[in-house]
């Protein structure tokens, strides 16, 4: 089946149809009579799509084309592969109509907001007695992080004690894109 009903010349109504061959124009054959018929591909209206992507204190401007319907929404992953640039995975952090929205149809979004989450820096308070040491370590997007674990950087061996999400609270593992900060205890 490819929609859910069709116009069937033959029967003179719509009805439930296969698909044979799909290009340019559809073919296809209709479930009641068996008649086989040609039908008209849609074509997808692509949009050029402005993306700032910030990773670290950097930020810069991509241009991507999409599908016109796709629905964007703040917190979506999207890839973005601009041909003048590189290829970067970002997360929507803020779309841009005529105003701030949290989702929208990609053909009406005039700037989409995004963080990259290919490679991300985490930061890390690490402490002993009573004092605090901060790092920030650069790591994949999706490497995992867990209460318990014990991890070494920056010349420090630590355990993981607490996980701060980027939205809101705590959790007992996340993946680095979504951490906002992570103590340790010196071990």
Known sequence: MIQD??????????TDHALIKSGQENLVRCEDCGMVHSLPAERER???????VSSEQQSQPYFIHIPAKELLQVGDELLVDDP????????ITSLETDRRVESAPAAS???????????????????RSGQTRPIKISVPGDELFTVGEARSAKGSR???????LRGEGFSDAAEAKDIQRIWGREI
């Open 5 to 14: 009903q069709i116009f069937c010349p033959s029967c003179g109504s719509d």
């Open 158 to 164: 630590y355990e993981i004690v607490k996980i701060k």
């Open 46 to 52: 692509l949009v050029k799509l402005k993306v700032i």
């Open 109 to 127: 979004v005039r700037t989409v907001w995004a963080r990259a989450t290919d490679q991300v820096a985490v930061k890390i308070s690490i402490y």
């Open 84 to 91: 003048a640039r590189d290829v970067v995975m970002a997360q």
